[in-house]
Each structure stands twice: as structure tokens, then as C-alpha cells.
């Protein structure tokens, strides 16, 4: 289906809601240091529906975008925005990213598309996460969504219970950052964001040590499990990212989700 962004920008989309919400988290990427200039190749692992890389495309003239959704449906529509805007450069990828080759099953999610993951025991083993972060989105909602503060949060549980309705599981292909590269014959990345549902740090160990050299900036959204956002600060910095900036949304303070910004 189509729908309109804030601006006025048409995007296809799974559920018009959403495309709204994922609009909202774009800027956000884009801060403590991280931009886009004209001629930037960007890696967008986790692209869903493709907002965020219709958005990089607004930024600046000559930007090729690299999209990659492993879920059909949603690279459905991903395809259907990058014919709308891309004109070429947006590149989509049916694959998820990970360590190696091969293939993965991935929980979907039909209500909340956006949350589809190969790791669906993060959500599984602690339902009150999930209600939480539906709760926190109540609470902080984009500015064309107000309405929904007015929502009362007693009824995020039972949200949270419709948005996972109809869960079923696809298997799909996987691929790596060093495979891509090789592929397309890339000598930068001058901007790879990762926001792949708990996928993050396997993501990372595809890169391949020949290739870290070629990325200049990184935004990732880490789930902080077993200490995992230390994992990553370390992996990063070890390979010159030594600029490193972490925080977390407005509203997901209590979660264990940060967004870590990296420059050289």
C-alpha cells in the first residue's frame, strides 16, 4: 500500500503506522558526527520497507544506497520504493546479513513487520520487553502520531499481544558485508547502518579484516545481551572507529537497546 510521510513523501509500505514510526527514527541516525554528502555509498543492513534510504537519497545528489531485507513481503515493498525513488541507486538485497553464506529461518511479524528476526527468543524469553518498548512508543510517538499519547498505556499489553498475532516463519538467504563488497567491486562505505533485530554483531564478523579499512562511519542499534554493546565498543575501536558516541531513545532508557555512533 502508499502512504505519506510527514513531508509529504510517498512511500510504500506493510502498515502505514509503521512507515511513520521507522520515518521518525531516521534523523536519529543521523547525528554525533554521522552524515551524508554527494557521491556516498551507504550499507542499510535491516532496511525494512527502505525509509531510511529514500531519505539518504533526499540528502545529497549522487548517493547509492545498498538495501538489504531478507523478508519477502517487506522486500516486496522495499523494491517497490527503490523503483519509486532510487532511479538506480538504490540497490536492494533479499538477503539478511550475517558471519557467512547459507540461510536462516526469520519470525515475521504481519502487524509490526518492522520487528521480524532471526532471534525472536529476545522477545520470546522476556514478554515484558516487548510491552515495554509497545508502552514507550505510546509515550513518545512522532509528531504527525500525537494521538496515540492520548492512548491510555494500561492497554499496551494488549497491543503488544495484537502486533505479534500471526507470527509464522520464512527461511531465507543469507549473504555478508565482505561478499557484497567483493560483488560490487566496492573500495568505501562511507556510512554502513545496521539496525537488524539482534543480528548485529554477526553482521560485523562478515566484514572480513581485509574490508574494515574501506568503512568510514558506522550507526548501529546494539541489543545489549550478555554484554554485547562492550563487545562491539571494542571490535570497533580496534579497527580505528575510535570516535564512539552511545545513547539511547527517548523512552527506551529501561530497554537494553542503544544506538552506537563510530567514526574514524
Request: charged residues 25%; glycine residues 8%; aromatic residues 6%.
Amino acid at each position: 500500500m502508499l502512504t505519506k510521510l510527514s513531508d509529504g513523501t510517498p512511500i510504500h509500505c506493510i502498515r502505514k503506522p509503521e512507515a511513520r514510526m521507522l520515518d521518525h527514527h531516521v534523523e536519529g541516525y543521523l547525528q554525533h558526527g554521522i552524515q551524508i554528502n554527494p557521491g556516498d555509498v551507504v550499507f542499510d543492513v535491516g532496511a525494512n520497507v527502505g525509509v531510511f534510504g529514500v531519505r539518504v537519497l533526499q540528502k545529497a545528489p549522487d548517493v547509492t544506497v545498498f538495501c538489504f531485507e531478507p523478508i519477502p513481503a517487506i522486500a516486496d515493498a522495499l523494491r517497490a520504493n527503490a523503483t519509486l525513488h532510487g532511479q538506480g541507486r538504490m540497490v536492494v538485497i533479499e538477503e539478511g546479513v550475517s558471519a557467512s553464506l547459507g540461510q536462516a529461518t526469520f519470525t515475521y511479524f504481519p502487524n509490526t513487520p518492522a520487528l521480524s528476526t532471526a532471534h525472536p527468543e529476545q522477545w520470546d524469553e522476556n514478554p515484558g520487553a516487548f510491552k515495554a518498548a509497545v508502552k514507550s512508543t505510546m509515550k513518545n510517538p512522532p509528531e504527525s502520531m500525537r494521538w496515540m499519547r492520548w492512548i491510555p498505556t494500561v492497554f499496551s499489553g494488549l497491543i503488544a499481544k495484537h502486533l505479534v498475532k500471526g507470527r509464522h516463519t520464512v527461511t531465507c538467504k543469507l549473504t555478508t558485508i565482505a561478499e557484497v563488497i567483493n560483488t560490487h567491486k566496492l573500495d568505501r562505505i562511507d556510512l554502513m547502518k545496521i539496525d537488524c533485530e539482534g543480528a548485529e554483531w554477526d553482521t560485523l564478523m562478515g566484514i572480513g579484516d581485509e574490508h574494515w579499512g574501506k568503512i568510514k562511519s558506522m550507526v548501529i542499534e546494539v541489543h545489549n545481551e550478555d554484554g554485547r554493546l562492550d563487545q562491539v565498543k571494542q571490535l570497533l575501536n580496534k579497527q580505528g572507529f575510535t570516535r564512539q558516541v552511545v545513547e539511547q531513545e527517548e523512552g527506551l532508557e529501561n530497554s537494553k537497546m542503544y544506538n552506537l555512533f563510530a567514526l574514524r
